[in-house]
């Protein structure tokens, strides 16, 4: 499997909100994980980012991504993948109680290969303009 195909089997599984069980498979254990958004700023592993992710599901359950590119640099072992999300606001679990709001906001995936599977993650995301679009801010 190439590294285009392993980022989009990855993408797929975890903005699908499933268990890091399943989506461990593309990625090496400890993998690292960054993001410059203050809703993010503990979390530091992919593991802990899937279980992040898989919790938004709670109060946005149609929560789905839009994939806009996958572009991948062989010399640097890398794939980017940007994408819009888009969901609303029907369930529990949020900040406030649900809002009914709906969001569509960019975000960007860098991936960094260590052979056949990710090493580091890096989310460029802004939080603050998703969290107003959902009412949460």
């Not at 960094?112 to 009412?135: A, C, E, P, Q, V």
Request: aromatic letters at 10%; one cysteine or more; proline letters at 5%.
């Amino acid at each position: 499997m190439s590294i285009s195909q392993s980022a989009k089997a990855f993408f797929d599984a975890i903005e699908g909100g499933k268990d890091w069980e399943i989506c461990k498979e593309w990625c090496h254990a400890g993998a690292s994980f960054s993001c410059q958004a203050d809703g993010l700023a503990t979390v530091t592993t992919v593991e802990a980012y899937a279980a992040w992710l898989k919790g938004l599901f709670t109060p946005i359950p149609d929560m789905h991504p839009e994939i806009k590119a996958l572009a991948t640099d062989a010399e640097r072992n890398t794939v980017v993948v940007t994408a819009v999300v888009h969901g609303t606001q029907t369930g529990p679990g949020g900040p406030v109680p649900p809002t009914g709001n709906k969001v569509a906001a960019d975000y960007a995936y860098i991936f960094n290969f260590d052979g056949n599977k990710i090493r580091h993650m890096t989310k460029i995301w802004n939080d603050g303009y998703t969290m107003k679009l959902l009412g949460w801010a």
